[in-house]
């Protein structure tokens, strides 16, 4: 799955997002990626996004993980001002095995999984550049493909913290 956040402490907000990750029934988070920052896919006028990748193996349909994973957004406080705007949290299911959805509530994958810096670096973290995506890419070939989408490592660890009912320090 895909985390992001922009505002009030996005790299904090990733770590809190992870331990409640933890928390979700008949699942363990059993990978992280780094936690790469990239300017605003949408509108320019916000600050840049922090994003990393994590790994839930999951006994969960998909429709019942993007519900935890909506309650997770909806206790860390998310509201949605504008499209592709700020977020102090943003949690996207992007791949489930070999599952395929197309529905209103859930498409996968992710329809921008394939096209996205932001999501590909921090997914090859815990993939590798030559895992085979579903549509017969790999990881490496689909970043060739982008051109030059600037995303940074961070020296942030996404698995530091823990979560009291507040956000931690940076």
Not at 91 to 118: I, M, N, S
Request: hydrophobic content about 35%; charged content about 20%.
């Amino acid at each position: 799955m895909g985390l992001g956040a922009n505002i009030d402490q996005p790299a904090a907000q990733l770590q809190v997002a992870c331990q409640y990750l933890r928390e979700i029934e008949s699942s363990a988070l059993i990978g992280l990626s780094r936690i790469y920052q990239s300017s605003p896919l949408g509108p320019q006028d916000q600050p840049d996004f922090f994003n990393a990748c994590a790994h839930l193996q999951t006994t969960l349909t998909p429709e019942a993980l993007l519900e935890s994973l909506q309650q997770i957004e909806q206790r860390m406080g998310k509201r949605r001002v504008r499209h592709w705007g700020e977020r102090c949290i943003d949690l996207d299911l992007l791949l489930c095995a070999d599952q395929r959805r197309d529905t209103k509530a859930l498409q996968l994958p992710h329809p921008g999984v394939y096209d996205r810096a932001f999501v590909l670096r921090p997914l090859a973290d815990l993939v590798g550049l030559d895992y085979v995506m579903p549509n017969g890419d790999d990881i490496a070939t689909l970043l060739a493909q982008i051109g030059d989408q600037q995303v940074t490592v961070t020296s942030i660890n996404p698995d530091a913290g823990s979560h009291s009912g507040t956000i931690g320090e940076q």
